[in-house]
């Protein structure tokens, strides 16, 4: 038997899905298209080439629009947990879990995101969603934004660049809030922040195409300052409509360490991870780290920033940070050194760590000196809202032996103890995902996550009959046991 001891009393297990990945039903109820509902599936695309996953083009954004060829748009079928979150919400309790990480579909609520008053079908799905949760003792962690703004902002504004969207989205905010206040008390305002660069279109709808010549990069930068003064409004706002509620930053922790001890590597290194905390920095002290405004001074990086936002970041701080932490990388200025895809990202390989089939690397104890190097630097509770192993699961004689999931969270889980025990306070941790659903960066259905397998393949057939896994049953005993029985 482990000899790992026991979780803090409250600490919250679960597992976490996003809407535009699990949901489906893209034009039901009202809604309308998101950003992810433009999002191709790619079957003739190297699954370790990110950038081209993500990358689109006009041509892409008209079929979308059309709403021909959904078979091409996996997003837009999800696993069908709109018609089915019931049932899943079920094995979700079975399991045992006591939180669950969902978001809201903007469009499903604003289906352009400038609507005269909000889709009361859409209002009524989450408060029924909500409402299951909580009649199930399930505690719902809320994202407001993850990779599904509606489309229709991108077409008319180029996302997050114009300044008006910052009101729309303070607008959709406040009428969750409302309507939500006696379901949910935990939020996220913008899932992985920082991925605004790695894919700018599906985290802020932003569009090279739609910038002038040489301004794409300074684009972006603007839609990453609205996006901040956006999450410190709707905290102000969360915090004076949902008394006692708490909201949270989400950051993709991309943990490097140097590929040598050349000073050069170690430079490289530091630079890279100070980039990397900078989007979480600005919603926990409230301001520009000093450094990163220089770096954007010397890039001739001008932000137009209005009067007030910087007193309003000061003043509407979050009162947690959450991260997802799949892998760790290294870096290196050798120009000859071998770089490996990670979490939409490319980073140089590690000797030292064996990968996944999409060639992630795998490190728990990454995870560890993530931990303790957040909890150092802001002294504000943790919260690890992703973390997994995407495999080709197979379903033989009716069962689905994932040994090597179980192994992975056992490592990880492990080492979250191991920092508790160093002092680091960690709320929970919510397992990406707890169901298998489209792949966010591929979008695969063979990409899979889940403890629960969804009969579905890559091109969307398939019963979509969900399957307990062997770590669906692991899981069970970890929780009940709040995590002093792994084995």
């Not at 400038?114 to 409402?131: R, S």
């Not at 303070?170 to 305002?189: D, N, P």
């Not at 050349?262 to 301001?287: H, I, M, R």
Request: charged share 25%; net charge negative; proline share 4%.
């Amino acid at each position: 038997m482990s000899n790992i001891s026991t979780f803090p009393e409250d600490f919250l297990w679960g597992g976490a899905i996003a809407a535009n990945q699990a949901e489906g039903a893209w034009n039901i109820g009202g809604k309308g298209p998101s950003v992810a509902d433009a999002v191709a599936w790619k079957p003739k695309v190297s699954v370790k080439d990110y950038s081209a996953h993500m990358a689109l083009s006009d041509e892409n954004i008209a079929d979308a629009l059309s709403g021909r060829n959904d078979a091409n748009y996996p997003k837009r079928r999800g696993i069908d947990f709109y018609h089915r979150y019931q049932e899943d919400l079920a094995l979700f309790a079975e399991m045992g879990c006591k939180v669950l990480r969902v978001s809201i579909a903007w469009s499903r609520i604003f289906p352009t995101g400038e609507d005269a008053a909000p889709n009361e079908e859409g209002l009524t799905f989450y408060h029924d969603l909500f409402t299951e949760m909580r009649r199930l003792n399930i505690e719902p962690l809320v994202t407001l934004s993850h990779y599904e703004m509606p489309l229709i902002l991108s077409e008319k504004y180029n996302g997050w660049v114009h300044r008006k969207v910052v009101d729309a989205f303070v607008r959709f905010s406040q009428v969750c809030f409302e309507r939500y206040k006696g379901l949910v008390r935990y939020w996220l305002t913008f899932n992985e922040i920082d991925s605004i660069h790695r894919h700018p279109f599906t985290t802020a709808g932003i569009r090279k195409e739609k910038s002038a010549a040489g301004k794409a990069e300074q684009d972006i930068y603007q839609g990453l300052h609205h996006q901040f003064v956006a999450s410190a409004l709707v905290t102000r706002d969360c915090h004076a409509i949902i008394p006692g509620s708490q909201v949270g930053c989400m950051l993709t922790k991309l943990t490097t360490y140097p590929r040598t001890c050349k000073p050069e590597d170690v430079e490289a290194t530091l630079k890279k991870n100070l980039e990397n905390l900078f989007y979480a920095d600005v919603q926990v002290f409230g301001e520009y780290p000093p450094l990163i405004k220089r770096d954007l001074a010397r890039r001739n990086i001008h932000l137009e920033i209005q009067p007030g936002d910087l007193d309003i970041l000061k003043s509407y701080t979050v009162d947690f940070v959450s991260f997802s932490y799949y892998m760790s990388m290294t870096e290196s200025t050798d120009p000859e050194a071998e770089r490996i895809p990670g979490n939409t990202i490319l980073g140089v390989k590690n000797p030292y760590l064996a990968a996944s089939e999409w060639g992630w690397q795998i490190d728990p104890q990454g995870l560890k000196i993530s931990l303790l190097e957040l909890y150092d630097r802001y002294q504000k509770p943790l919260f690890i809202v992703e973390n997994g192993l995407g495999a080709k699961d197979e379903v033989v004689e009716g069962k689905v032996q994932d040994s090597y999931r179980i192994d992975y969270f056992r490592a990880h889980f492990e080492q979250v103890k191991a920092a508790i025990d160093e002092g680091v306070e960690v709320m929970g941790f919510t397992t990406w995902g707890a169901i298998d659903i489209i792949s966010a960066g591929t979008s695969q259905m063979s990409k899979r996550y889940g403890f629960i397998y969804v009969d579905q393949d890559d091109e969307g057939k398939g019963s979509l009959a969900r399957l307990k896994k062997d770590s669906f049953y692991w899981y069970q005993k970890v929780i009940a046991s709040n995590g002093a029985q792994m084995d």
